[in-house]
């Protein structure tokens, strides 16, 4: 059902106002070839907590809230679990872990749907979604109908993929309306980032409901619940250097800490810029960073889309004259 001139308020996690001028809840992916849906300027909302609201939007917001998750397949090496784009990311996780099905624990906690997972690629504690992803399904508006995604098609890449490159998210062209995830039967911890090891630790062999509990125990600790302190969980990306960049940096920063990857990159830690540069804890108006992890942006109450660009424009000159490194948002601004 259509309705008109809807508060977005208590639809995103930074509790930014702003109305949209038409919205529709979809609890069916059927209900998305609504002709008009097709017509009209759109944005795809999920969970809300990757999103600046900069003020009222004057198109159709479509909020995506198709239920359901089942066992879609399984085969000697895998199980296929499929979640309805809806669902809850977290309750997802954590019903897969009470299945018996392993693979997606280091994800816990994280807020969102499960439809929003695969735009940016969600990644913690050294996993990420798209290393489980195996398919998915999209509504496609220029086609009018369901168009199929495999893994390769999605080019996941560092919290990216072909949903955000294109630009496809914000111009509404694909809304995901289901995700099967293949969860390999031959299960390993991944237990590398100091943080969640150190959490573990006295747990030998930690199973998959140990590192989910850890990851809680972990996020719960630093992470303000938006509920309480509302916030878009990570406001940066953290900024991926060369590696003469990174040797610089450590020749007059000597504690940096640093990444390399793969490709001979070295990445750098957002929120350790942020805190050097000053801005733990610190506000400007309503909007400040996190006192227990910088790298979160947070609204104190009150705050609205354009006080959220001024304290992030602030953060990032400062990082920027301090580091000579530019640090880009993750969120998507509407
Ligand atoms: P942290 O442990 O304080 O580490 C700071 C950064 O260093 C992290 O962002 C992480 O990058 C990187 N890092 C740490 N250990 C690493 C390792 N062994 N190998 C490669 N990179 C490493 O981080 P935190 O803020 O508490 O977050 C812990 C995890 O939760 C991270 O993976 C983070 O991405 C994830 N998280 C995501 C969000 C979100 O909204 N997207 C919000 C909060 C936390 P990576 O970010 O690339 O992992």
């Known amino acids: ?57 004057d198109g159709l917001v479509l909020h995506m809230a198709i239920p359901g998750r089942r066992l879609a397949g399984e085969d000697a090496d895998a199980w296929y679990v499929e979640a309805g784009a809806g669902e809850n990311w977290h309750d997802f996780v954590q019903w897969t872990l009470a299945q018996g099905w392993p693979g997606l624990e280091n ?52 919290r990216d ?8 998210h914000l111009s509404g062209r694909f809304a995901i309306t289901a995700v099967t ?43 303000p619940d938006p509920v309480e302190i509302p916030n878009a969980g990570s406001f940066f990306h953290n900024p991926v250097v060369d590696a003469a960049t990174a040797e610089a940096l450590l020749a007059v920063h000597p504690a940096l800490p640093r990444y390399p990857q793969a490709d001979g990159r070295v990445k750098l830690a ?9 801005w733990k804890g610190r506000n400007l108006g309503p909007v400040g960073m996190y006192e227990k992890q910088a790298l979160v942006l947070v609204n104190r109450g009150g705050a609205r889309g354009i006080d959220v660009q001024r304290t992030m424009s602030a953060v990032q000159a400062d990082v920027l004259a301090r580091f000579g490194v530019q640090l880009t948002p993750e969120p998507v601004f509407l």
């Open 107 to 158: 994800l816990s906690l994280i807020p969102g749907t499960a439809g929003a997972a695969p735009i940016q690629n969600i990644g913690a504690y050294g996993l990420e979604a798209g290393e489980r992803i195996h398919s998915l399904t999209a509504f496609d508006f220029s086609a009018g109908r369901l168009v199929a995604f495999s893994r390769g098609d999605c080019r996941f890449g560092y």
């Open 1 to 57: 059902m259509l309705r008109r001139d809807v508060d977005l308020t208590a639809c995103n996690t930074l509790a930014l106002p702003g109305q949209a001028a038409r919205y529709a809840r979809i609890d069916s992916p059927e209900q998305l070839g609504d002709p008009e849906h097709a017509r009209s300027r759109r944005f795809i909302l999920g969970g809300g907590s990757n999103l600046v609201l900069t003020g009222d939007f």
């Open 161 to 168: 993929s072909i949903f955000k490159q294109e630009g496809w």
């Open 181 to 223: 995830f293949r969860l390999p039967k031959a299960w390993a911890p991944v237990t590398g980032y100091a943080d969640l090891a150190r959490e573990l630790d006295g747990t030998s062999t930690p199973s998959a409901r140990d590192i989910a509990d850890a990851v809680v125990r972990l996020r719960r600790r630093k992470l």
């Open 270 to 278: 957002a929120g350790w810029l942020i805190d050097q540069a000053g």
